[in-house]
């Protein structure tokens, strides 16, 4: 006679999570710096003081909803495929478009802007090619850097006579843009490297 008793009965576990939707706030602040940037560029080159202060505020508002989104997005687990996408593209055309307008209106060089979009798209394009090995975490260097180029854009959408410090801003947001470029490359091949050791 069998004294085994009947097995006993699985207890369910936690059901997973169930992803957030692409439809949040956060995802709603990233479309609406996208949209920002055309009324950014059309108020950029229409002549008259009041529209140039109305550039720049379009500006800081469309650069303040970068970290209020990528907050909520952390804060609230609202991090979505479309937000990782969608941010970058945001950020990099506001940027771009800043800066390049800038140099078309001749109030920027355009060596400057040059240097800018070329670390910028090819930290990107780095970020894609070695995302099969590991991710490269933001470090306080490019935080830095954002902030800089921010601060740099805005005071030379700023009317009035802030030349010196508009470049000296300017340049030390391009000497941490260049050198948070080089570190990036060298985690990347360190990366690399560890992966296929």
Request: without cysteine; glycine residues 8%; charged residues 15%.
């Amino acid at each position: 006679m069998s004294t085994v008793g009947p097995e006993p009965a699985a207890v369910p576990g936690p059901e997973p999570a169930a992803p957030p939707s692409v439809y949040n706030v956060a995802n709603l602040l990233t479309l609406v710096r996208i949209l920002l940037v055309p009324v950014f560029v059309w108020l950029l080159f229409v002549d008259g003081t009041g529209w140039r202060v109305a550039a720049f505020v379009v500006f800081a508002v469309a650069s303040v909803t970068d970290k209020i989104d990528g907050d909520l997005a952390r804060k609230y687990d609202l991090v979505t495929d479309f937000g990782k996408i969608a941010d970058p593209i945001a950020d990099k055309a506001l940027t771009g478009a800043a800066l390049i307008g800038l140099s078309v209106l001749g109030e920027l060089w355009w060596w400057v802007t040059a240097v800018i979009l070329a670390r910028e798209i090819g930290i990107t394009l780095l970020r894609l090619v070695v995302i099969r090995y590991g991710v490269i975490p933001a470090s306080k260097g490019g935080k830095l850097k954002t902030l800089l180029q921010v601060v740099a854009i805005g005071l030379f959408l700023l009317p009035g006579p802030l030349d010196p410090l508009r470049w000296a801003t300017m340049a030390a947001a391009v000497a941490v843009t260049v050198v948070t470029g080089v570190d990036y490359v060298v985690q990347a091949w360190r990366l690399r490297r560890a992966a296929l050791a």
